[in-house]
């Protein structure tokens, strides 16, 4: 089996408004807009080697190799377990609600709350997942 | 704005047989099962520090906070630029059909096909995004 390099290169959320959801991203993540596909949607930088792509609904549908999603996916950001409370102000000043918060097994903690397509965000601290 | 540690920890797709999505993912890209959270799903270890998550379709919408999804996803996984060749003999070999071969402006390689549901897989070789 030949080798991935360092896991998940490209995640995408399909969205109502790609305006909408790449100013919250930018404001609340403070995720870069990297390469514009117009009216089809965004790539944003999340991390060094990573990108959250943002679709329009709909508008992948007749491109070469179709795709679309529907529905309120799940997306998880790590952050590092110091600037947890930071995040909790962060998240209040902006107004947007706390759905739940979760101290894990080994140790780490989640905040969950949603983006503007009620896509279910999780900050997470080290000590979630067992690495 | 509090920091990220680096990028995204936790992509989600959403199957409809949970077992025969995380033995294609096991098969084709070596994922361990990390986790498993019964007929809900399961977390893939997806690189050293990244999740693949894969949810019954249906199955997180009565859990606290609920999510869930449908339609043919996208997600990408970074691969090294001297495995291509062998990721196409590979891909071969498990009788995975390529549904598009893209050389982007930066140099990189994409290959695209399906997983059992659809979900739009890429490999990509460094050279696709600007980093």
Redesign the interface.
């Known amino acids: 089996?030949?080798?991935?390099?360092?896991?998940?290169?490209?995640?995408?959320l399909?969205v109502d408004d790609v305006g909408a959801s790449a100013r919250f991203y930018e404001?609340?993540?403070?995720l870069p807009v990297?390469?514009d596909f117009g009216p089809r949607g965004c790539?944003m930088?999340?991390?060094?080697?990573?990108?959250?792509?943002l679709?329009k609904k709909g508008a992948?549908l007749s491109i070469?190799?179709?795709?679309?999603?529907?529905?309120?996916?799940?997306?998880?950001?790590?952050?590092?377990a110091a600037?947890l409370e930071?995040?909790e102000a962060?998240l209040a000043e902006n107004e947007i609600p706390v759905?739940?918060r979760t101290t894990w097994e080994c140790g780490g903690k989640s905040i969950?709350f949603r983006d503007p397509d009620r896509?279910?965000l999780?900050?997470?601290t080290p000590g979630?997942?067992?690495?």
């Open positions: 089996m030949p080798p991935i390099s360092d896991g998940i290169l490209e995640s995408a399909y404001k609340i993540f403070g990297m390469v790539a930088k999340a991390g060094e080697r990573q990108v959250l792509l679709f992948s070469q190799s179709p795709h679309d999603g529907d529905g309120e996916l799940h997306v998880a950001f790590a952050i590092p600037e930071r995040w962060w759905e739940e969950y896509h279910l999780e900050i997470a979630v997942w067992p690495f």
